[in-house]
């Protein structure tokens, strides 16, 4: 992936987390833009499940996207990464208690794919 921008965003609600972490540029291959993505779970030493591939409602055919959920600590973390032919992200929920679903963060997943979709000029 040839990187152009980068961008990140955190929402915290007491026991709860929400984070976008993206990039957009020229993606070559998506699946392993994907993998990449996930990697960061790896690197700080966690036991995870093996990501799926899912596919959220309304996304364009050419996009890419593998999800998964783990343990980390008391925390139970929920994470969706994207890739299509120019933009990458990565969707993580973490909750300490709570009902969400991995299928919950696989649409929440779609739908923020959809709201990134923008044209920006310059």
Avoid: N
């Avoid at 921008?5 to 984070?19: F, K, Q, T």
């Avoid at 540029?25 to 779970?41: C, F, I, K, S």
């Avoid at 364009?60 to 139970?76: T, Y």
Wanted: hydrophobic fraction near 40%; charge should be neutral; include cysteine.
């Amino acid at each position: 992936m040839s990187v152009k921008h980068e961008m990140s965003a955190e929402y915290r609600d007491g026991s709860s987390s929400l984070s976008l972490e993206g990039a957009w540029g020229d993606v070559h291959d998506r699946g392993a833009a994907v993998d990449a993505a996930m990697e960061g779970a790896r690197k700080i030493g966690v036991t995870l499940a093996v990501p799926r591939l899912f596919k959220p409602k309304g996304l364009s055919s050419d996009v890419v996207v593998k999800c998964m959920e783990f343990q980390m600590g008391p925390l139970r973390v929920l994470q969706c990464a994207w890739a299509d032919t120019d933009t990458v992200g990565l969707v993580t929920v973490m909750r300490q208690a709570g009902s969400t679903t991995l299928d919950d963060v696989v649409q929440l997943t779609g739908r923020v794919w959809q709201a990134t979709r923008v044209t920006i000029s310059g």
